[in-house]
């Protein structure tokens, strides 16, 4: 029988460590790489800062992970702060800002379960798309300033905003609650 700890020991560090630890590696090697590819396919057109919000869900899907196996406040965090870590240890090409944009992503994220416990064991959609709303929110305001987002033209921006909602919406919400469900149907698990 399988269990999501609400508490925190020794099984739910792991757990959420091995959560931080296989997204991290995932965002290096798979994500950064296909986000490499289609940013410079868009060079040309003057859109390729497009592609930074466009993918930017995938990079959020690790705290709602780690909050679905480890139902507790700061579960969602620490997943995605060790995720950014191991993206910056294996050599993520953001260098040592990706843990400080793990820690807002993975807190933002946190939002649409805090501060009440059993919204983290009942991992509605209403949590997961308002979790994954605000971690959009997240990443997007450190990047405006760290990146010049504020740079480039109003209609640039918008547009950024706009799909990096819509990409949060999509990867991070719609996405990581169809994953979790697929556990809740085979695993049938229960909280403790």
């Known amino acids: 029988m399988f269990t999501r700890s609400s508490k925190w020991n020794v099984k739910s ?5 091995l959560i931080g630890i296989i997204m991290g590696v995932i ?7 296909i986000y490499n590819v289609a940013k410079i396919s868009l060079l ?4 390729a800062p497009v592609m930074d919000t466009i993918f930017s869900g995938l990079w959020y899907m690790a705290a709602p992970l780690a909050m679905y196996f480890v139902p507790t406040p700061g579960s969602g965090t ?6 950014s870590i191991v993206e910056m240890a294996i050599g993520g ?9 793990g820690l807002i992503q993975g807190a933002t994220n946190e ?7 059993f919204r983290y064991q009942a991992f509605s959609w209403s949590s997961v798309l308002t ?11 450190p990047s405006y300033f760290l990146y010049g987002w504020y740079k480039y033209s109003i209609n640039l921006q918008i547009v950024m905003f706009i799909t990096g909602v819509i990409s949060s919406l999509v990867f991070d919400g719609v996405l990581v609650k169809l994953i979790t469900n697929l556990f809740e149907r085979s695993l049938k698990p229960v909280i403790q």
């Not at 965002?27 to 790489?33: E, H, I, L, S």
């Not at 620490?78 to 995720?83: P, T, W, Y």
């Not at 090409?93 to 944009?101: D, S």
């Open 13 to 17: 560090i792991i757990l959420v460590a």
């Open 27 to 33: 965002y290096t090697y798979g994500f950064n790489n």
């Open 44 to 47: 040309p057109t003057g859109y």
């Open 78 to 83: 620490i997943g995605e702060l060790l995720a």
């Open 93 to 101: 090409q953001w260098g040592a800002l990706t843990v400080l944009e």
């Open 111 to 117: 939002i649409g379960f805090f501060p009440k416990k």
């Open 131 to 141: 979790g994954a709303f605000f971690a959009s929110i997240g990443g997007f305001v």
